[in-house]
């Protein structure tokens, strides 16, 4: 089993950053893949970004260029930081961790973007 336990979000004003976390625990393979995605009401999960234990990471069109992933594999954490942020960025954003065939999910941080 695999906990995630995400901090970070809040609420921002529209050009504004916010950093998220995510610390993973339990039974941690070497090799795996975590990342962020995210769902706006009435809308389904979508990915937002991903990063592998070696350092590929892959985003979403709309968030290249705005959101950074990162990760410390000593800590099992990983961070987005996320900068330029737009009214539609606003969603429950949700850690994310893949290994094995095995798919764990944090329990969703808040991100608010309004004026």
């Known amino acids: 089993q695999v906990q995630l336990v995400e901090s970070g979000g809040g609420l921002v004003q529209p050009g504004g950053s916010l950093r998220l976390s995510c610390a993973a625990s339990?039974?941690?393979?070497?090799?795996?893949?975590m990342g962020w995605y995210r769902q706006a009401p009435g809308k389904q999960r979508d990915l937002v970004a991903t990063?592998?234990?070696?350092?590929?990471?892959n985003y979403a069109d709309s968030v290249k260029g705005r959101f950074t992933i990162s990760r410390d594999n000593v800590k099992n954490t990983v961070y987005m930081q996320m900068n330029s942020l737009k009214p539609e960025d606003t969603a429950v954003y949700y850690c994310n961790y893949k290994a094995l065939l095995r798919n764990y999910w944090g329990q969703g941080t808040q991100v608010t973007v309004t004026s």
């Open positions: 339990g039974t941690i393979f070497s090799t795996n893949v």
């Open positions: 990063i592998s234990n070696s350092g590929n990471t």
